[in-house]
């Protein structure tokens, strides 16, 4: 990377099932938490880029309103992806890159409590072959565990207790604000580093790939120089998961904090979390990792550093 | 030879649970008693009605809730002349600026001759009967000429 971007502020709400609020009202307070932590307004952001999905919302263009929790004038640049919120904050990344955009404010919310939620993922399959069969999203996790088991490399799930669970339904908002160089130490004494970050794909048909491994974590955390990690955050759906990428991340025996998060919330929650290590002393660098599809079709590694940017 | 596959239909369904927000669901609670609440932002002071919880020009949640009467001055209008399902034409639609609010709200004018409807025109909500009153806008059947003088353009100029 050209110019160094740090995480310097974030904040996330999280709960069970969110009673009256909608995701507007829910990601207010948030957002402001996380602004108002390094004394910011929407003024002060360059950029705003928010990830989530308009089907847990069941109408288009939902992520337009989630706008009306930051305050969209004068008007602002801003982008969305239908994705968790990590992959967001890839993007702010290379927006950062640009002279001039030296702050941005990444977002994801979802509540998908009251919807269907398995059901509403298996639209983010291929439309014409795969979604019409409603493969709800535990199921498919489910085929990837029993891949597992019979590939007989993964011995830890065989035996009682090993079921996949049921798929987690939160619901929940984040926010993380991102500035570069100088100006993120400006904003705090403890930015956290992004010294590296890469997102890639498997290919989209479930039935051509590996489902015991991860080739595409392994080729980003290539990419993002995820060597020498002293610490590790990574985005976990489901717990049978965590085995494939220990094993594509080559962790041996640092510490692993793996959490699911709400749909759309946890990767960048879990981004989230790795800044916090980083900036807290818990670890020097870290590797973060988020994913999306209940496969791990997508994934997102980053490596976070404390101290100062070279 | 086999045909090409040239359409697949690939039907979805998925079922919701709606949830307006707490700014919409009072909102709603206050139609269904025959009131219009909006919200005030505390910063640029604008009132939303309906309100949404949020100012979506400062980003900051709208707390303040100020009671409308529901009178207002038509903005802009149009009369249609093809038919609609349940109206007659030729009828009119109009963006009403409700007194005391910043946003305009689209509503049917009836009780006058389209060609009366004017900019400036003053109207007033008729609601259906009490007993009929259900948490939402249909509470309101249409809106009237209240007879007063028009409203001066300076009044509503920056929501035509």
């Known amino acids: ?310 | 030879m086999t045909e090409p596959v040239t359409m697949v239909e690939t039907p979805i369904r998925l079922d919701y649970s709606y949830t307006p927000g707490v700014a919409s669901s009072r909102f709603l609670r206050s139609l269904e008693h025959g009131q219009i609440v909006g919200q005030r932002c505390p910063r640029c002071l604008k009132v939303y009605m309906p309100p949404r919880g949020a100012c979506s020009m400062c980003g900051v949640a709208t707390d303040e809730e100020i009671v409308l009467d529901g009178k207002g001055t038509v903005t802009t209008f149009c009369v249609t002349n093809v038919p609609s399902p349940g109206l007659t034409p030729p009828y009119v639609t109009a963006w009403i600026r409700l007194d005391g609010a910043d946003i305009t709200s689209m509503f049917l004018i009836q009780e006058c001759d389209p060609a009366e409807v004017r900019l400036g025109m003053r109207v007033e909500p008729v609601w259906v009967d009490e007993s009929e009153r259900q948490p939402n806008l249909g509470n309101i059947r249409y809106y009237r000429p209240t007879g007063e003088p028009d409203a001066p353009y300076d009044d509503y100029k920056d929501y035509v």
């Not at chain 1, 948030?30 to 999905?53: C, K, P, R, W, Y």
């Not at chain 1, 801003?78 to 290379?94: P, R, T």
């Not at chain 1, 794909?201 to 020498?228: C, F, Q």
């Open chain 1, 1 to 310: 990377m050209r110019r160094d971007v740090a995480i310097v502020s974030w904040a996330s709400f999280e709960t069970p099932s969110e009673p009256a609020r909608n995701e507007v009202e829910m990601l207010l307070p948030v957002i402001q938490e996380a602004l108002g932590n390094v004394g910011m307004t929407q003024q002060d952001i360059g950029f705003t880029v928010s990830g989530s999905s308009d089907y847990l919302q069941g109408f288009p263009f939902a992520f337009v309103g989630a706008l009306d929790a930051v305050g969209a004038w004068p008007p602002i640049r801003e982008s969305h992806v239908e994705m968790d919120g990590a992959f967001a904050l890839y993007e702010a990344v290379n927006v950062l890159q640009e002279e001039g955009i030296d702050t941005a404010l990444v977002y994801a919310f979802a509540r998908p409590s009251r919807g269907e939620l398995d059901r509403t993922l298996a639209l983010q399959l291929d439309p014409y072959a795969v979604a019409p069969l409603w493969p709800d999203a535990r199921g498919l996790a489910g085929l990837q565990a029993q891949a597992m088991k019979d590939s007989g490399r993964y011995p830890q799930l065989l035996g009682a207790g090993h079921e996949v669970p049921p798929t987690v339904v939160a619901d929940g908002a984040v926010a993380v604000v991102l500035a570069v160089g100088d100006r993120a130490r400006e904003l705090t004494k403890t930015p956290a580093w992004i010294r590296g970050i890469d997102h890639r794909i498997e290919p989209p048909a479930l039935g051509v790939r590996d489902l015991t491994t991860s080739a595409s974590t392994t080729a980003a955390a290539a990419k993002a120089g995820a060597t020498g990690v002293d610490a590790a955050w990574l985005h976990v759906p489901y717990p049978h998961q965590e085995l494939v990428l220990r094993a594509a991340l080559s962790l041996v025996d640092q510490p692993v904090y793996s959490a699911a998060g709400p749909v759309m919330v946890g990767g960048l929650a879990q981004l989230a979390a790795a800044a916090a290590g980083v900036a807290g002393g818990k670890a020097r660098r870290a590797v973060a990792h988020a994913t999306s599809g209940p496969c791990l079709q997508q994934n997102l590694v980053a490596v976070l550093e404390g101290g100062d940017a070279a």
